[in-house]
């Protein structure tokens, strides 16, 4: 079996587990919970949940433990989505060629959405406990996936993001950005897996080195895309950080740095994971399909 074969069934066993965790299209509140599956079913590459399962495999995890971390980081994942397409924040229409949420349902609609998977992510979560004889590994996730989402993570990235929009910014200042924004989200389900097997702390640290290069280079690739690609691709509007009058990667340093700076982290990246135990292989591969994606 190549790679592609071996990612559609991943893709596939993955939309199932996150499925699995969804609430029931039902009572008083179920217009909300019908925004939330919308947009968690929109699709996607789940990336966030297959880094998770591939890093728990490879330090020798077996079971299910992992599986509603999995939902989990997909659920805030999507929350953040919600909230970035938002008439406040970017005034996107087109997510994953569907329409975005606020356009479905509602921008009111779309912001209790939004709030609800946040919170319904946290409650995915703990159903690890009852799955293994180890809560502290479970309390530990918990607690990196809380740090990795508020505001020493993705918020605290895109309260920087929104900030300094329309401003003229520092590599330093974009940096921080890309760390915490992006990297932080691809940080938190490479550690959890990691720790839910058993890594040790030295391990575990490794693996945040290794996810935030990762990080770095696929917001750098965003960037680009968002310049070279286009809205049927994507399957979201091209140009939208001109748009929104933001300083990107390409605008500071130019497409050429970009590229080989991308080239140059996934490398890095790569270097990290073949220091760390077990078979490599789909790590690996999950990483190079962020560098060279088209969409």
């Not at 947009?39 to 077996?62: D, H, N, Q, W």
């Not at 935030?212 to 809205?231: E, K, M, N, P």
Request: charged share 25%; with cysteine.
């Amino acid at each position: 079996m190549n790679f592609k074969q071996w990612l559609a069934g991943a893709v596939s066993e993955t939309d199932r587990v996150i499925d699995s965790y969804l609430p029931p299209e039902e009572g008083w509140q179920k217009d909300v919970i019908s925004a939330m599956n919308y947009s968690v079913r929109a699709g996607g590459k789940r990336l966030r949940p297959l880094f998770l399962r591939e890093i728990y495999r490879m330090f020798g995890g077996t079971g299910k433990v992992e599986e509603p971390f999995m939902a989990a980081v997909e659920m805030i994942h999507t929350f953040s989505l919600i909230h970035d397409d938002l008439p406040c924040m970017d005034n996107d229409e087109l997510r994953r060629g569907l329409p975005t949420t606020w356009v479905k349902y509602g921008y009111d609609l779309a912001v209790l959405a939004g709030d609800a998977l946040a919170v319904y992510a946290f409650e995915t979560a703990s159903k690890a406990f009852s799955m293994t004889d180890r809560p502290d590994r479970v309390s530990q996730s918990m607690e990196i996936l809380a740090r990795k989402t508020g505001i020493y993570g993705m918020i605290g990235g895109q309260t920087a993001d929104v900030v300094m929009t329309g401003k003229s910014l520092s590599g330093q200042q974009l940096d921080f950005i890309y760390r915490l924004k992006t990297g932080a989200l691809l940080e938190a389900p490479m550690m959890i897996g990691a720790l839910l097997a058993g890594a040790d702390e030295g391990q575990v640290s490794t693996v945040e080195r290794m996810a935030s290069c990762v990080g770095t280079a696929f917001q750098i690739r965003d960037d680009i895309l968002d310049v070279t690609g286009t809205s049927q691709v994507l399957g979201k509007p091209v140009f939208s950080d001109e748009k929104n009058h933001k300083t990107t990667y390409v605008t500071l340093y130019g497409m050429e740095r970009a590229v080989k700076d991308v080239e140059a982290l996934s490398a890095e990246a790569v270097s990290i994971l073949e220091g760390l135990p077990g078979s490599h292989g789909t790590v690996a591969g999950l990483i190079d399909l962020l560098m060279t994606r088209e969409k």
